[in-house]
């Protein structure tokens, strides 16, 4: 029997072979699968080469 490979989403990798993260996201109340990851690393190279920073803020509250 074979495993099914999960492919990180940066670099491709299976990433069950890593330390894997696996995302997910809310899409009409229910979750969803983002993208899994070999490690954090993977993770936060992807953010930066998509921009998923760029005018994204959370709530800072105002003093």
Do not use: K
Not at 23 to 52: H, P
């Amino acid at each position: 029997m074979s495993e099914s490979v999960t492919e990180c989403a940066y670099c491709g990798c299976d990433v069950h072979r890593h330390d894997p993260v696996f995302v997910e996201e809310v899409d009409g109340g229910e979750r969803v699968s983002a993208g899994a990851f070999c490690n954090y690393a993977c993770l936060s190279s992807y953010i930066d080469a998509e921009g998923l920073t760029i005018g994204a803020t959370c709530e800072v509250p105002s003093e």
